[in-house]
């Protein structure tokens, strides 16, 4: 299994960025997705999920109402739309897949994982 997250770099705050996370080695469609991520010196924590169909999403509070969580099952990506972006919002983000039916916000319960994408937000 691979999964391979783009889109991130170097944006303004109170800008957009979207990161996209291309999946292979497993059959995308059966996979409830996440998106984490990581500051420097802080643990990994939750940002957002999907279920296998893309019916149902959940959000960290910190990014509720401005990040949108998406999935194209034909294409075997999710992707993370982020808007008003913050300088807090600076971390390493990991895409992740479960193999379990439900959608979780915990990281442990995650079974496979990209190498993650820098997002900076600058001042």
């Known amino acids: 299994v691979q999964l391979q997250a783009s889109g991130g770099g170097l944006v303004q705050a109170g800008g957009p960025q979207r990161l996209s996370c291309a999946a292979s080695g497993l059959t995308f469609s059966n996979n409830p997705m996440g998106w984490f991520r990581q500051a420097p010196g802080k643990e990994r924590e939750f940002v957002a999920a999907?279920?296998?169909?893309?019916?149902?999403?959940y959000y960290a509070d910190s990014v509720k109402g401005r990040f949108t969580i998406s999935r194209d099952n034909a294409k075997n990506t999710v992707y993370l739309q982020m808007n008003s972006l913050k300088p807090e919002d600076t971390a390493v983000y990991f895409c992740a897949a479960r193999t379990a039916y439900w959608v979780d916000s915990r990281a442990k319960d995650y079974d496979y994982w990209g190498p993650g994408t820098q997002v900076t937000v600058s001042s």
């Open positions: 999907i279920s296998r169909s893309g019916s149902s999403t």
